[in-house]
């Protein structure tokens, strides 16, 4: 599993062929488990709102071979 430590983008980091990864929800701070899928393509963004306060994180994911970056950002600072 990788863990993103800060709510904003400026932090990525990369994991080998794992199938999920953690980010921190900059509403309230709750380390939230995201599935990583290798087959949706090599650059992934989307919007899931926290399962905790419900706010909207953009979600990003860019896999090179078999290593994945993910990243998470407020949706406001996004769009």
Known sequence: MI????????????????????YL??????????PLDPSSGTQQEYVEDCPVCCNPNVIHVDWLDDEARVWAEPEQDHF
């Open 3 to 22: 863990r993103v430590d800060t709510p904003q983008a400026s932090i990525h980091k990369s994991v080998k062929m794992d199938n999920e990864a953690t």
């Open 25 to 34: 929800c900059d509403s309230c701070g709750e380390e939230i488990v995201i």
